[in-house]
């Protein structure tokens, strides 16, 4: 399972996301990938370094092509963290929500007296 760190650092850069959502849509050679970024190629490259040890992507050579695939489970545990804090804060909203509209009626009845 991929480190939930790692995937947070991956997402946390506007050029690693471009890559996911390039991937997306179908795996890709490096090339392909890069031409759609402005920098050089050694920059770039870091990126996908940095989703691979992230294990969001991994990436396989054939012939002197290196074609890199978006592995969706890897986000998966990101997902399900933010779920998670989802439903915590929800909760948590809800009963905030119920402690103001007991306070507003507290107010009214004792505003009538």
């Known amino acids: 399972m991929a480190n939930?760190?790692?995937v947070f650092h991956s997402l946390a850069d506007g050029t690693r996301r471009a890559v996911i959502a390039q991937l997306?849509?179908?795996?890709?050679?490096?090339?392909d990938l890069a031409q759609h970024h402005h920098m050089a190629l050694p920059s770039f490259l870091k990126h996908i370094r940095v989703l691979e040890q992230s294990e969001i992507v991994i990436?396989?050579?054939?012939?002197r092509v290196r074609f890199c695939e978006l592995r969706p489970d890897a986000l998966a545990a990101a997902?399900?963290?933010?779920?998670?804090?989802?439903?915590k804060w929800v909760t948590r909203l809800d009963q905030l929500?119920?402690?103001?509209?007991t306070l507003a009626?507290?107010?009214?009845?004792?505003?009538k007296e």
């Open 79 to 87: 997902q399900g963290w933010l779920e998670q804090e989802r439903r």
């Open 4 to 6: 939930l760190d790692h």
């Open 24 to 31: 997306a849509r179908g795996p890709a050679s490096i090339g």
């Open 105 to 111: 009626a507290k107010e009214k009845t004792h505003g």
């Open 59 to 63: 990436s396989r050579k054939r012939g």
């Open 97 to 101: 929500d119920a402690f103001i509209e």
